[in-house]
């Protein structure tokens, strides 16, 4: 085994198979993603867990893969914090670090950023949490680059300044000057 290789990503970023007494349903490939960001494009691919019951307990996961990682930790942060109908803090689970995004509505989503990739697993409706064991799952595959602020981790390739529509557009002047 490669010490410091990571495991090797599933061919449609999600894992597509039964987790810890959920059963994988549905894989789908969304264009049109949650956190879009300026001049970093971006392709969702989402999958659906179920858990039999009265009611069943169904978990959406989605892997939003950007096209660059350098100043994704700090746009997806920024864009969180901005969510005034959510409330955001910082857990450790699995030895990582994760956002915890409560609504007012009573729903709950862990978030991270793993070099361009955003990780976002939500729990079943009414339950406070998200199952662990699928959190697990994917932390094994995308390794958190959140440190325990919930900022980026030095060194990892999601780190650099936010990226917004404001920062692209002064980058362009720069270089428009520079021709």
């Known amino acids: ?4 290789c990571g495991p090797k990503l599933p061919p449609r970023y999600v894992i597509e198979s039964d987790l810890a007494g959920f059963h994988y349903r549905r894989y789908q490939k969304v264009l049109d993603v949650e ?3 300026p001049e970093n494009q971006a392709v969702g ?3 659906t867990y179920v858990q039999g019951g009265e009611p069943p307990k169904i978990v959406p996961v989605f892997v939003t893969r950007y096209q660059r990682a350098g100043g994704l930790t700090e746009s997806i942060r920024q864009r969180l914090r901005a969510m005034d109908s959510y409330a955001l ?3 450790k689970l699995a030895r990582e670090n994760v956002w915890h995004l409560r609504g007012e509505s009573g729903d709950v989503w862990l978030l991270w950023v793993s070099g361009s990739q955003l990780v976002k697993i939500g729990a079943p409706e009414g339950d406070p949490r998200v199952p662990p064991p699928l959190v697990e ?3 094994e595959l ?10 980026v981790k030095r060194g990892a390739s999601s780190a650099g ?3 917004t529509a404001d920062a692209t557009l002064e980058l362009k002047k720069r270089e428009g000057a520079h021709e």
């Open 1 to 4: 085994m490669c010490l410091g």
């Open 45 to 47: 691919h989402t999958a």
């Open 142 to 151: 995308y390794p958190s680059d959140l440190d325990r602020k919930g900022r």
């Open 89 to 91: 803090d910082v857990l």
């Open 35 to 37: 956190l879009p960001l």
């Open 161 to 163: 300044p936010a990226v």
């Open 137 to 139: 799952a994917y932390l």
